[in-house]
């Protein structure tokens, strides 16, 4: 492994050692690890979006000639303008213009969504809902697909507010509850998944320093 | 002065108080275990994944492929067999594809994927600016997709290099594409934009990539009518690898993350033990 790689995996190593002893309990290690990374995602994230300001604002701004992607595109001053105004919200007597560009970027993306949010979201959604539990080619897959349909129906009866549950109706809302308890338990367990998998990729790290740099393997 | 009686502790109790230092540690054993000696344990291919590789199959010689890559550094475990079981899948075939940057990680991540897979460019002789291309970083909303779909150069003037889209010399590939009329195939991170700005408008086939929080909750309303196929997290990033056979750290990962499962299996049945004889100790 060359020297860089090393120290790159002796970086990776130590972070996430001094993390994972937070597991233990809290100490001075998992404290200067947490603000270190910290620091550097704040830098990070302002250097990039100050660099997207930089290249898709600015330099198209200036005339064309200036640099090779200049384009004389002198009304993208305005999006600039509205991005520093949302920073008055910094003062408490000049908050009130930050509101302007708040609308204005709602405005715009309420339009844009709208646009084509109908057939999309909601009338691509119900016809779905409908017509995939149906393309299971084993008698297994249309079962769970049926099972689905009757999930989404009575899962939809738990948001009925308009009438009052009785009868069949409190039946399905029962079952509908039951589904929705369902599919948030399959949420949590995606989560607990997840979470696991970035372990994985931590214990990785770990891994590859010990095999890669003490041990001398390859890696 | 009060005395205070203290309870005296049942098995149960005591099973329900173990010290979670324990539990952290069994996992730590369970996990590295497979790490360091893989078991191979089985593993079968969602339909889901087969769709998703299957629909990137499907396209025709020279098609164009559109991929939302929002590879941020913290969640990369989870993400990155994906990724890369995608791209050589992509590189393996006659096609072209464009990267978009979502997120202030993935211009480093991409390069740093890029550079893993330089053997793959190499063999498939894929060259930048003909087979591939990649824009600069931004943060979309709804009106960049809109103005990126009708016209690719209102919204990038250049390519991540700063080499303009018209540049014939350096990026021969865009001079015939212009909008999302030209894209075939979009690779996305989210799904109801895509279906949105891509799908209901120009028609362009959509599958989705993600992680197990971020895509999997999401994307089975859209799908198979919509959302053509989908692959969300590095179990499903292993199911992608055994299917296409290009395979990586996602199969490994999944035999670690299988043995985990069984460390939380025996927590939960413990836990509940432990709830209920106390339980039923009390009456």
Known sequence: ??????????????????????????????????????????????????????????????????????????????????????????????????????????????????????????????????????????????????????????????????????????????????????????????????????????AEMVLKFVKGVLLGQAV | MTVQKEEEKTIWDKIGNLDYRFIYTLVAILVFIPLVYPLGTPMTVGQNVKDYADTILSL??????????????????????IYLATWKLLLSRDLKFMVQLSDVDAPSIIWMEFAKLKPFFDNYGKVYGTDYMVFPFLSYGEAAEMAFTEDIRSLFPADFYGYSLDDAVHLPMMQTIHSAHDIALLISSSTDYAVRRYLIPYGVKLIAWGTGTGLLPFVPPYYPNQISGYCGGASQGGELEAYTGFYGDGVRYNDAKNLALVGFFVFIIVGNLSYFGSKFKKG
């Open chain 1, 1 to 202: 492994m060359e020297f860089w790689d090393a120290l790159y995996a002796f970086v990776q190593c130590v972070m996430v050692l001094s993390v994972w002893s937070y597991l233990y309990k809290d100490n001075v290690f998992s404290r200067i690890s947490a603000q270190i990374v910290i620091s550097i995602s704040v830098v990070h994230y302002f250097m990039s979006y100050l660099k997207v300001v930089y290249n898709q604002g600015i330099i198209p701004m200036t005339p064309v000639g200036w640099y090779p992607l200049s384009a004389g595109l002198w009304w993208r001053i305005f999006p600039i303008i509205m991005g520093l105004m949302l920073y008055t919200r910094l003062s408490r007597k000049y908050s009130w213009v930050s509101t302007y560009t708040y609308s204005f970027t709602l405005g715009l993306g309420t339009g844009a969504t709208l646009s084509t949010v109908i057939q999309g979201s909601i009338i691509g959604l119900i016809v779905n809902a409908f017509t995939a539990p149906f393309l299971g080619t084993t008698t297994l897959d249309q079962a769970s697909g049926i099972l689905l349909l009757i999930g989404a129906m009575t899962g939809l009866t738990y948001w009925l507010f308009t009438r009052e549950a009785t009868g069949a109706l409190s039946y399905a809302i029962k079952i509908g509850r039951l589904f929705l308890m369902a599919s948030i338990g399959l949420l949590y367990a995606q989560d607990v998944v997840w979470s696991q998998s970035l372990f994985v990729g931590a």
């Open chain 2, 60 to 81: 025709p010689a020279g098609s164009v492929v559109l991929c939302k890559f929002s590879g941020y550094a913290t969640m990369l475990p989870d993400i990155e067999p």
